[in-house]
């Protein structure tokens, strides 16, 4: 990669669209935004006591605001496109006045469609003119969103309607089971760039046709097929319990599918962005393939997690080196501080990012649904030559550390079956820590380890990590040979 961007932002992809994204720099943009579930996202956790624990990643419920009404006035008194879209909205208030008796203003349906409209309109500059935009929903928001792509990037410029069709489990008796997503493919010009790969459709009894012109090809189980334009109906796995890429982030996307998308649409030495970047699929597949990316997403969580997603994935060319580019993180220690003040669950929820914790998502005025726990960290240690998941309570202080908080941290790991403990802090409450902390230690194939440390913030930002042993996969009860 001659220069390389790769560039994750914290925030509202529209603010960061506007202020940092420069105009026609960007050759694909993928987006995967919440589709209006009314549902929230969580990362589920089971301690090994048996209780759930829920970690929010993120909200997708919409609720008409004064402001929105605001915005759809100007809508109405602008010019094209915005007309246009201010026709959709008030279609889908209509609708959901019809539908559920709503009364128009409390329209989730159209506060949905106003936010994503502004956005859209954001990335549109972003794009080069060679470029494209797949826009991925679901059945029960494609068709307004198809009206709002048509207004924004124009109806003659759509390209696509890819139904990404998988079995996942779940399935009501009184429909056919909803198993496709649709993804909206429009180009900002025709001059745009593509390359549509070939499928091999096979033959109707596998046999060979032997039509004349027609090329014919035989597999190794002796099935004949031809090579074909790849068709806008695409079989790809959805990430699975099982799945090898799986984070347990909610909504995460499988990487054949982004792989497919880039290949046909970013050229080489291209820029990707995804102003919606959940875990990261997108950074991933664009990685993988030496290309430059731009990830966005208003969740810390989500981008530090991204960042030890890249990083542990490509070590070689990530690890050591700072080429990536955090905007909207933390920084320095003030930036952490000044942070831990404005909102300490915040706070909490970006140093188990970076840490790789998952979150326990708490908020303002929350007593936390398990005392004493931040965080956790899924280790898979080696015993035996057996890689076993264990798990690491990880307490984030964003003020003074007290002596009994420190003792109540060994009881929690205890309680919970963990193996370690991990308090983080300010250095300047660390004496506390290494004061009050349990000596007990516990071992795995690597070596031994504390199993209560303290880890401070100052050394988290410069870059390092606590005490941990080398991770060894995902499957339980895998294999390590050699
Ligand atoms: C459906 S998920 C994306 C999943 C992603 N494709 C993946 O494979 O992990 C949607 C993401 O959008 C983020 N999000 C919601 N509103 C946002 C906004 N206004 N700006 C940027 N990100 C936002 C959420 O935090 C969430 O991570």
Redesign the pocket.
């Known amino acids: 990669m001659d220069t390389s961007t790769r560039k994750l932002y914290r ?4 603010e ?1 669209l506007q202020d940092y994204i420069e105009p026609n720099s960007v050759d694909l943009i993928y987006l ?4 209006n579930s009314k549902s929230n ?1 969580n990362l589920p956790f089971r301690g090994k006591d048996r209780t759930h624990t829920a970690v929010q ?2 909200v ?1 419920t919409w609720t008409w605001t004064p402001e929105n009404d605001v915005r759809l006035a100007e809508f109405r008194r602008s010019g094209e496109p915005l007309s246009s879209i201010a026709t959709v909205i008030d279609f889908a208030q209509q609708v959901e006045h019809i539908d559920v008796g709503q009364r128009r203003h409390e329209s989730s349906l159209a506060s949905y469609l106003l ?1 994503m409209a502004d ?1 859209l309109m954001a990335m549109k500059p972003a794009l080069r003119d060679t470029g494209s935009i797949y826009l ?1 929903c679901d059945p029960t928001a494609s068709h307004y969103l198809k009206l709002v792509m048509d207004a924004v990037f124009g109806k003659s410029y759509f390209r696509n309607e890819i139904i990404w069709a998988y079995r996942t489990g779940g399935v009501s008796k009184r429909w056919f089971g909803r198993k496709h997503d649709v993804i909206l493919f429009y180009s900002k010009s025709d001059n745009y760039k593509v390359n549509v790969s070939k499928e091999r459709p096979y033959n109707r009894e596998n046999k060979p046709y032997r039509f004349s012109g027609v090329e014919e090809f035989e597999d190794e189980e002796g099935r004949w097929y031809t090579m074909a334009t790849m068709r806008d109906v695409w079989e790809i796995n959805a990430i699975g319990r099982t799945s090898a890429e799986r984070l347990g ?5 499988p990487l054949a599918l ?1 792989e497919r998308i880039i290949d046909a649409s970013c050229p080489m030495n291209g820029v990707v962005l ?9 950074v991933h597949a664009a990685e993988d393939k030496e290309l430059n990316w731009i990830g ?4 810390r969580f ?1 981008v530090e997690l991204i960042r030890e997603r890249v990083a542990n994935n490509f070590p070689h060319r990530l690890r050591h080196d700072r080429s990536i580019s955090m905007i909207g993180l933390p920084e320095t220690v003030s930036d952490a501080r000044d942070l831990a003040h404005q909102d300490r669950f915040e706070f909490e929820k970006w140093v188990c990012g970076r840490i790789g914790a998952n979150g326990l998502g708490k908020r303002l005025g929350d007593r936390g649904p398990d005392g004493g726990i931040d965080g956790i960290i899924e280790l898979y240690t080696l015993v035996n030559q057996k890689v076993v998941e264990e798990t690491a309570i990880v307490q984030v202080k964003s003020g003074n550390v007290s002596a009994d908080s420190v003792r109540a941290l060994s009881e929690v790991v205890r309680r919970t079956g963990s193996v370690a403990g991990i308090m983080v802090c300010f250095e300047d409450q660390m004496s506390t820590v290494d004061n009050q902390r349990s000596r007990d230690v516990w071992s795995d194939a690597s070596g031994t380890y504390p199993f209560i440390q303290g880890f401070s913030v100052e050394s988290l930002l410069d870059g390092n990590r606590p005490i941990l042993p080398p991770q060894y996969g995902k499957r339980r009860g895998a294999r390590i040979s050699g």
């Open positions: 925030g509202d992809c529209l960061i995967d935004p919440p589709f996202y990643a993120f997708d936010n956005r991925h982030y909610p909504t995460q996307k982004l995804d102003p919606f970047c959940g875990c990261g699929t997108t966005i997403d208003i969740s989500a």
